[in-house]
Nanobody, 126 residues
Framework: QVQLVESGGGLVQPGGSLRLSCAASGSIFSIIAMGWYRQAPGKQRELVATITSGGGTNFADSVKGRFTISRDNAKNTVYLQMNSLKPEDTAVYYC????????????????????WGQGTQVTVSS
């Protein structure tokens, strides 16, 4: 299993900044990609940003130029720096990790995993 511990959410005024962190732990063999998704009330969960093990990034159009994503491969941790926050950024933000776990019961010695964090609330309001 993979355990994901998220932190950094909170209440911020429009134009402010927040930094989210997500640390992955467990029987991790390798991580393919880490990322952040968000879900606002009454809306579907949507991609915010992802980063691959090689450093390739992908951002939602709505956050390009305002958010940056980075990762510390040694710590299996991903960060989301959110600047120039807007009220429409208000949502629960979820960490996602895609990769392979050690699985001694599998002939390959590993199995694919797509794991989600518990979510952290980000509220942008004056």
């Amino acid at each position: 299993q993979v355990q994901l511990v998220e932190s950094g959410g909170g209440l911020v005024q429009p134009g402010g900044s927040l930094r989210l962190s997500c640390a992955a732990s467990g029987s991790i063999f390798s991580i393919i990609a880490m990322g952040w998704y968000r879900q606002a009330p009454g809306k579907q969960r949507e991609l915010v940003a992802t980063i691959t093990s090689g450093g390739g990034t992908n951002f939602a159009d709505s956050v390009k130029g305002r958010f940056t994503i980075s990762r510390d491969n040694a710590k299996n941790t991903v960060y989301l720096q959110m600047n120039s926050l807007k009220p429409e950024d208000t949502a629960v933000y979820y960490c996602n990790v895609k990769g392979f776990l050690v699985d001694a019961g599998n002939p390959s010695g590993m199995r694919y995993s797509d794991s989600w964090g518990q979510g952290t609330q980000v509220t942008v309001s004056s």
